[in-house]
């Protein structure tokens, strides 16, 4: 709390400061709890609740800044506002339970609109075994929803921060069809198809997540939600390591493949995890790889730290990682969770 | 989740069925869950997490709907957006313990203005014995700051729905010092003084509210956030019970009385505590007035449920309520937890 705003990093507006930059300072200055077993800057919190461990995240979906009217049904906003949060709680390995739902909405909003919106919510968590336990509803001049879910932990929640040297790195699914669903979005064309739904409806990697955690496979995973380099690089700087991704391995729709790969390398709202894991458990991840739900790809691994990230590219050469911030199509969103 | 949008109750846009109709038909479709003791419709959500207990409650200061620029520096926003929350709290009885914080906020705002909005939730919430656990960011145009607050639960949480017929109505501190504040501002005057305090400041009863549960003192409870008559209908309706205040009990400043015993009754945002309490339990609510760290008032009774709620009016007549829906300066916000 001590006050620092004269320091040059904080002079200016936020898009000058940008988010992270923002939230750096922000998280600097935060203070700890015996029962905050992992504060901001991961995925989750994760709270200690008598003899339970809790995992409790937050997300908005601002309209302007994450979507364009039209984009969404208000039922599919409503899923998307959910899943993005259960992503968080995939990525740590646990499983929603409960969630709350704040919503800012212009007066002029259908009442049925809104009520398919709330629905949405509540389907989304249902189908990932969670219920709506509260919200709040304010008039606003731009739609605002925002969902904290809590879910319950398991024994070892997966951190950024515990991938090694060495260590392999694998992602789920696909990459970059969301962000190709928001360039045609963007283009005025119909985004039909996989990259529409991928833009529309995240798929939380919750069996996925649970597996890794409870068999304590992966060393360390984050939902890709800033584009995998980004994301990756979140990894890298809290576990304290590099680490060289072949671009060529990236799993990518040939939608994506034709659009280019740059999408899967930096396209943002994938929603997939990525996860290291240690060489040696290599041979346990290929033997669950039926149950977890979804593919997983070996896409690289783990370096010295002071290697940085590299990416090697289609033509074969080991470049640094090119690293833009992530924006929704030019505005932007951080966690600092 | 039936489909109902054809119902008459949500034709039109949410201005027309308001937030509370809205809030209703989006509450009756909720499912529950066996861990979830109290969902949406209480000042808080009560969720068993192995051995514990959790409150969890949801607010949103919105610019344009809860307050307009240059009303609240940055730091007495973040503040304030913690400490309703933390009234929800006092309200169960329990103890805050952490918060997360989801800020939409422009791009030209001044990063050190939203870093001090941050230091504004981070110091209320030590104030209170919470930490700040995650958060989120994203740009808007207009600013909005919510904050989910999680506590830890008295043994028996205070609801609303445990007022008897023949209990006593007692309410904390003082009535209509914000209204007047928020009337003073809006006429552009500087609202200096108990009435701008009172706006910008609240004052979450979190003593009181611990006492009067621990000691098992209230039958119920609730936050006044929507104005005193709107709460108590609140509590009527939940437990099924009538009610009859006395008007000129009800505990204000001086300058409230001078401007209009109407603010004391109606004028919401005061975030005081208005409990029932059974006629036997007088004397034991008597000897820990000390303790409670603000004053309390005998304020009325609870009747049968087919009394409705009546106000005995300052010219000494008895009249059904007068009851308006709580807005903030014109629009709006309702909470469903």
Known sequence: MAGGDTRGALAGRLSDVGELGFLDSVISELGGHPDLLVGPGDDCAVIRAGDATWLVTTDAQVEGTHFLPGWLKPRQLGRKAFLVGASDIA???????????????????????????????????????????????????????????????????????????????????????????????????????????????????????????????????????????????????????????????????????????????????????LFSVPARSKGRLQSLVGGLGCKVTLIGECLPAERGVLVVCEDGVERPADLKPFRHFGSGSRRHK
């Not at 921060?161 to 064309?189: F, I, M, P, Q, W």
């Not at 068999?215 to 809290?238: F, T, Y």
């Open 91 to 273: 990525a740590m390995g646990g499983a929603p339970r409960f969630c709350f739902v704040t919503l800012a909405a212009p007066s002029q909003m259908l009442a049925r609109d809104a009520v398919e919106l709330q629905r949405g919510v509540a389907q989304a968590a249902a189908e990932c075994g969670a219920v709506v336990a509260g919200g709040n509803v304010s008039r606003s001049t731009e739609l605002n929803i925002s969902v904290t879910v809590v879910g319950s932990a398991p024994d070892h929640p997966m951190l950024r921060s515990g991938a090694k040297e060495g260590d392999l790195l694998y992602v789920t699914g696909s990459l970059g069809d969301a962000a190709l669903g928001t360039r045609l979005l963007l283009k005025g064309e119909p985004a039909g198809g996989v990259p529409g739904r991928r833009f529309r409806e995240p798929e939380p990697r919750l069996k996925a997540g649970s597996l890794l955690a409870n068999r304590e496979i992966a060393s360390a995973a984050i939902d890709v939600s800033d584009g995998l380099l980004n994301d990756l690089c979140h990894v890298c700087a809290a576990s304290n390591v590099g680490a060289r991704v072949e671009s060529e391995r990236l799993p990518a729709s040939a939608a994506v493949r034709r659009a280019g790969r740059d999408l899967a390398l930096s396209g943002g709202e994938d929603y997939e995890l």
